[in-house]
């Protein structure tokens, strides 16, 4: 299939991914590419119609300017120079930059706009069928929003060629682990493994509460269960992984800084013996949920907030324990179903509630209780570098504590935090 393609080529430009987004929103296909790309890389990139070479503050690199590699500037394309250095600048004002990057795609590109999420699925699905062809391939499904994409595409594509192995950590949130398990073992294609995991994990986490030491034994674990499983399988040739976008870019390129390492449950070792295939790693954020749409996959499993790979062990503060894990599931599970009912689920960036492992007097039945306070978090962010607290209304926070308390076995006392990030950071470990 025909994908006709701009590339952006980075020359220290700070713009890049913004520009590459705006064209797709033309729906001509872009992607961003170091400086120093490669002939052999550059073949492999089919319909390419014209590069747009965006220079920056970041183009000197220990000291050198670097300049766009010979294989770049050999490409019989049109070019744009675009950036900070004395080649035109992209306009501020939103309708001049659209007019120039009109005629430039169009008038002189002349670029098909094809890139709607139904062609890159069938490009993909072909692609991966051509890639794979009969043998078979494992996909770590965490039930994030990725991997759950990428199982229902890989599925359609290759059927029962695919096995996806979900481990349940007993850290899930509530019912997370058995909606993965009714979705994608019954009404998806492919094959899942189902391993129910809590007990090893729990058992490995006692006692434990410094932060760090638990989000170690989390990953670890994790990957002696995958391991484990995937050893029992046969002739298992390709390893899928639902990297996106935005985890290559925030990775760091040659001339970018690292904003942030990933710290993922499902991050498996490199020496681990499989080729990597990774369809969504050029698809922003909002385009990976867009596929999920077209594909299939039930909206609720699309449209989750975040959620950290150690999951619920960085709510329940200190050292967990089975009954204040508990509590933290069920306050979260209550206050997902209030934000659906105050219309905020899709409007609130993520929201979940934490459980300290402190206790305070107070008044049950009469009598003296001593139990854990809830911890209420909403914040709003774009990367999650920042955020900003939602200003929930106070109807709304009576109407938790009053549900929280109530319903929540061990906790009397509910709480709102109200700190931003900085100084805070949005999960409490
Ligand atoms: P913090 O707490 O650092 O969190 O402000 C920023 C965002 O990252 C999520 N988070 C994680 N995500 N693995 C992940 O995949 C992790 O270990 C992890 N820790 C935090 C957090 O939920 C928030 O969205």
Redesign the pocket.
């Known amino acids: 299939m025909q994908v006709d393609k701009i590339l952006i080529i980075d020359l220290g430009g700070t713009r890049n991914a913004e520009i590459a987004r705006e064209l797709r929103r033309y729906l001509v296909y872009s992607e961003v590419h170091p400086h120093d790309i490669t002939a052999a890389e550059l073949a492999e990139i089919k319909d390419i119609r014209g590069v747009i070479i965006n220079s920056g503050p970041n183009r000197e690199v220990d000291g050198v300017l670097i300049e766009p590699s010979p294989a770049v500037m050999a490409l019989n394309v049109p070019f744009l120079h675009t950036g900070y250095d004395g080649h035109p600048n992209l306009p501020v004002d939103a309708k001049e930059r659209t007019k120039l990057l009109h005629e430039f795609i169009f008038d002189t590109c002349k670029a098909t706009p094809n890139w709607t999420i139904d062609n890159f699925l069938e490009w993909k699905k072909a692609e991966i069928k051509e890639e794979v062809g009969d043998k078979k391939v494992l996909l770590a499904l965490s039930g994030g929003v990725d991997s759950t994409v990428l199982a229902a595409l890989l599925g359609q594509a290759i059927g029962d060629q695919l096995t996806m192995i979900h481990v349940n950590t007993g850290l899930m949130r509530k019912n997370e682990s058995e909606q993965i398990r009714d979705v994608f073992g019954t009404k998806f294609p492919g094959q899942l493994i189902y391993v129910d995991a809590s007990e090893r994990f729990l058992k490995k986490l006692e006692g434990v509460a410094e932060p760090e030491a638990k989000?170690k034994i989390i990953g670890n674990e994790f990957i002696y269960v995958f391991e484990e499983e995937s050893g029992r399988l046969k002739d298992i040739e390709f390893l899928a992984q639902g990297t996106i976008y935005p985890d290559i870019i925030e990775s760091g390129t040659k001339t970018t800084k690292m904003i942030k390492s990933?710290?993922?449950?499902g991050a498996l070792p490199e020496e681990m013996q499989f080729n990597l295939i990774e369809p969504l790693k050029t698809l922003f954020k909002d385009e990976v949920r867009s596929c999920g749409h077209a594909l299939g996959v039930p909206p609720d499993l699309i449209n989750r907030q975040?959620?950290?790979?150690?999951g619920l062990a960085?709510r329940c503060i200190g050292a967990i324990t089975r009954d204040r894990l508990e509590a933290v599931r069920e306050s979260d599970a209550i206050l997902r179903e209030e934000f659906a009912r105050a219309g905020l689920s899709n409007k609130v960036w993520?929201y979940f509630t934490v459980v300290p492992d402190v206790r305070s007097t107070g008044m049950r039945n009469k009598e003296r209780s001593y139990e854990w306070p809830c911890i209420i978090r909403a914040v709003n962010s774009i990367d999650?570098m920042t955020?900003s607290v939602e200003p929930l209304s106070y109807e709304l926070l009576a109407r938790l504590t009053e549900r929280i308390t109530s319903e929540v076995e061990g906790i009397n006392r509910v709480l709102y935090d109200v700190t931003p990030?900085p100084p805070g950071?949005?999960?409490w470990e």
Do not use: D, L, M, S
Request: hydrophobic residues 35%.
């Open positions: 989000r990933h710290h993922n449950v975040p959620f950290p790979g150690p960085v993520q999650a955020a990030k950071t949005i999960e």
